[in-house]
Protein backbone atom coordinates (compact mmCIF):
# COMPACT_ATOMS: atom_id res chain seq x y z
CA UNK A 1 0.00 0.00 0.00
CA UNK A 2 3.23 2.64 1.03
CA UNK A 3 4.29 1.94 -2.43
CA UNK A 4 1.34 2.80 -4.32
CA UNK A 5 0.93 5.57 -2.35
CA UNK A 6 4.63 6.90 -2.90
CA UNK A 7 4.04 5.87 -6.77
CA UNK A 8 0.80 8.18 -7.10
CA UNK A 9 2.56 10.67 -5.38
CA UNK A 10 5.42 10.59 -7.86
CA UNK A 11 3.49 10.43 -10.75
CA UNK A 12 1.50 13.18 -10.02
CA UNK A 13 4.39 14.98 -8.97
CA UNK A 14 5.73 14.59 -12.25
CA UNK A 15 2.76 14.85 -14.23
CA UNK A 16 1.96 18.26 -13.21
CA UNK A 17 5.92 19.39 -13.49
CA UNK A 18 7.36 19.97 -16.83
CA UNK A 19 6.84 17.25 -19.30
CA UNK A 20 10.65 17.74 -19.63
CA UNK A 21 12.08 16.08 -16.89
CA UNK A 22 14.35 13.17 -17.95
CA UNK A 23 14.57 9.88 -15.27
CA UNK A 24 16.95 7.14 -15.30
CA UNK A 25 17.83 4.18 -12.73
CA UNK A 26 20.59 1.89 -11.45
CA UNK A 27 20.64 -1.07 -9.88
CA UNK A 28 22.89 -0.21 -7.13
CA UNK A 29 23.38 -4.09 -6.10
CA UNK A 30 24.80 -5.02 -9.87
CA UNK A 31 27.08 -1.62 -9.80
CA UNK A 32 28.83 -2.41 -6.22
CA UNK A 33 29.44 -6.28 -7.53
CA UNK A 34 31.39 -4.84 -10.10
CA UNK A 35 33.85 -2.79 -7.49
CA UNK A 36 36.71 -5.64 -6.54
CA UNK A 37 36.73 -2.89 -3.31
CA UNK A 38 33.18 -3.74 -2.18
CA UNK A 39 33.92 -7.75 -2.57
CA UNK A 40 36.92 -7.36 -0.33
CA UNK A 41 35.34 -5.26 1.77
CA UNK A 42 32.00 -7.79 1.96
CA UNK A 43 34.67 -10.76 2.45
CA UNK A 44 36.69 -8.80 5.62
CA UNK A 45 33.47 -7.87 7.54
CA UNK A 46 31.65 -11.43 6.69
CA UNK A 47 35.00 -13.15 8.26
CA UNK A 48 35.28 -10.38 10.98
CA UNK A 49 31.42 -11.31 11.76
CA UNK A 50 32.06 -15.27 11.64
CA UNK A 51 35.18 -15.22 14.02
CA UNK A 52 33.45 -13.08 16.55
CA UNK A 53 30.21 -15.20 16.46
CA UNK A 54 32.05 -18.51 16.50
CA UNK A 55 33.46 -16.71 20.12
CA UNK A 56 29.82 -15.95 21.42
CA UNK A 57 29.01 -19.63 20.19
CA UNK A 58 31.92 -21.02 22.42
CA UNK A 59 30.89 -18.81 25.53
CA UNK A 60 27.54 -20.09 25.28
CA UNK A 61 28.70 -23.47 25.51
CA UNK A 62 31.07 -23.08 28.46
CA UNK A 63 27.70 -21.22 29.71
CA UNK A 64 25.69 -24.31 28.81
CA UNK A 65 28.71 -27.20 30.82
CA UNK A 66 28.66 -24.40 33.67
CA UNK A 67 24.50 -24.99 34.01
CA UNK A 68 24.72 -28.44 33.97
CA UNK A 69 27.88 -29.00 36.18
CA UNK A 70 25.50 -26.66 38.48
CA UNK A 71 22.29 -28.99 37.91
CA UNK A 72 24.54 -32.10 38.09
CA UNK A 73 26.05 -30.99 41.59
CA UNK A 74 23.49 -28.81 42.98
CA UNK A 75 22.30 -31.61 45.43
CA UNK A 76 25.68 -31.60 47.12
CA UNK A 77 26.02 -28.05 47.51
CA UNK A 78 24.98 -25.91 50.16
CA UNK A 79 23.23 -22.43 49.73
CA UNK A 80 26.39 -19.94 49.73
CA UNK A 81 27.93 -22.56 47.20
CA UNK A 82 25.00 -22.59 45.06
CA UNK A 83 24.53 -19.00 44.90
CA UNK A 84 27.78 -18.38 44.17
CA UNK A 85 27.35 -21.19 40.55
CA UNK A 86 24.58 -19.09 39.71
CA UNK A 87 26.55 -15.71 39.92
CA UNK A 88 28.75 -16.93 38.16
CA UNK A 89 26.40 -18.32 35.10
CA UNK A 90 24.68 -15.07 35.62
CA UNK A 91 27.50 -12.96 35.44
CA UNK A 92 29.12 -15.29 32.71
CA UNK A 93 26.26 -14.90 29.92
CA UNK A 94 26.14 -11.08 31.04
CA UNK A 95 29.80 -10.83 30.01
CA UNK A 96 28.73 -12.97 26.80
CA UNK A 97 25.68 -10.48 25.87
CA UNK A 98 28.01 -7.49 26.41
CA UNK A 99 31.21 -9.01 24.13
CA UNK A 100 27.82 -9.63 21.50
CA UNK A 101 26.61 -5.91 21.35
CA UNK A 102 30.06 -4.05 21.69
CA UNK A 103 30.75 -6.64 18.05
CA UNK A 104 27.22 -6.65 16.08
CA UNK A 105 25.38 -3.80 18.63
CA UNK A 106 24.23 -0.38 16.47
CA UNK A 107 27.50 1.13 18.04
CA UNK A 108 29.00 -2.28 17.79
CA UNK A 109 32.72 -2.90 15.71
CA UNK A 110 30.88 -4.41 12.78
CA UNK A 111 28.42 -1.88 12.60
CA UNK A 112 32.03 0.92 12.68
CA UNK A 113 33.68 -0.96 10.17
CA UNK A 114 31.27 -1.44 7.54
CA UNK A 115 30.28 2.23 7.55
CA UNK A 116 34.39 3.05 7.20
CA UNK A 117 34.98 0.68 4.46
CA UNK A 118 31.91 1.19 2.29
CA UNK A 119 31.84 5.23 3.16
CA UNK A 120 34.91 5.52 0.25
CA UNK A 121 33.43 3.14 -1.95
CA UNK A 122 30.08 4.58 -1.57
CA UNK A 123 31.37 8.25 -2.29
CA UNK A 124 33.06 6.95 -5.48
CA UNK A 125 29.22 5.14 -7.03
CA UNK A 126 27.45 8.86 -5.79
CA UNK A 127 30.06 10.42 -7.74
CA UNK A 128 29.80 8.18 -10.61
CA UNK A 129 26.01 8.66 -10.64
CA UNK A 130 26.27 12.98 -10.33
CA UNK A 131 28.89 12.25 -13.70
CA UNK A 132 26.29 10.32 -15.72
CA UNK A 133 23.14 12.40 -14.55
CA UNK A 134 25.06 15.41 -15.51
CA UNK A 135 26.29 14.06 -18.63
CA UNK A 136 22.92 12.46 -19.95
CA UNK A 137 20.71 15.82 -18.49
CA UNK A 138 18.58 13.46 -16.32
CA UNK A 139 16.91 15.16 -13.87
CA UNK A 140 16.93 12.03 -11.22
CA UNK A 141 17.96 8.71 -11.12
CA UNK A 142 16.43 6.35 -8.78
CA UNK A 143 17.75 3.20 -7.55
CA UNK A 144 16.13 -0.44 -8.55
CA UNK A 145 17.46 -1.47 -5.16
CA UNK A 146 15.21 1.10 -2.84
CA UNK A 147 12.36 0.29 -0.89
CA UNK A 148 10.15 2.33 -3.26
CA UNK A 149 10.96 -0.06 -5.85
CA UNK A 150 9.31 0.22 -9.63
CA UNK A 151 6.29 -1.79 -10.53
CA UNK A 152 7.96 -1.35 -14.15
CA UNK A 153 11.54 0.12 -15.44
CA UNK A 154 12.10 0.71 -18.84
CA UNK A 155 15.83 -1.48 -19.60
CA UNK A 156 16.72 1.86 -21.69
CA UNK A 157 16.53 3.88 -18.71
CA UNK A 158 19.07 1.54 -16.60
CA UNK A 159 22.01 3.59 -16.42
CA UNK A 160 23.97 0.83 -14.52
CA UNK A 161 26.10 0.28 -17.01
CA UNK A 162 27.62 3.62 -17.51
CA UNK A 163 28.23 4.21 -13.87
CA UNK A 164 30.35 0.81 -13.85
CA UNK A 165 32.32 2.33 -16.90
CA UNK A 166 32.06 5.78 -15.07
CA UNK A 167 33.92 4.01 -12.37
CA UNK A 168 36.56 2.59 -15.01
CA UNK A 169 35.14 -1.03 -14.31
CA UNK A 170 33.71 -3.15 -17.58
CA UNK A 171 30.38 -4.14 -16.64
CA UNK A 172 29.65 -7.92 -16.68
CA UNK A 173 25.80 -9.02 -17.50
CA UNK A 174 26.69 -12.49 -15.65
CA UNK A 175 26.34 -9.99 -12.39
CA UNK A 176 23.01 -8.68 -12.76
CA UNK A 177 20.53 -10.53 -11.22
Known sequence: ??????????????????????????????VMKHIPEFTNAQKTLDNQSKQ???????????????????????????ADMRRRREDEIVNKEKSVKEFQRSKFGMDGELFKNR??????????????????????????????????????ANPSLDKSNEVITKLGLRPNPSLAN
Request: no cysteine; glycine share 2%; charged share 25%.
Open 115 to 152: ENLMKPIQARVTKAIQDVAAAGQFDFIMDKRSENSFLY
Open 1 to 30: MKRVVILIVMLTMLGTASFAQKLAYVDSEY
Open 52 to 78: WQAEVDRQYEEIEKMYQAYQRDQANLN
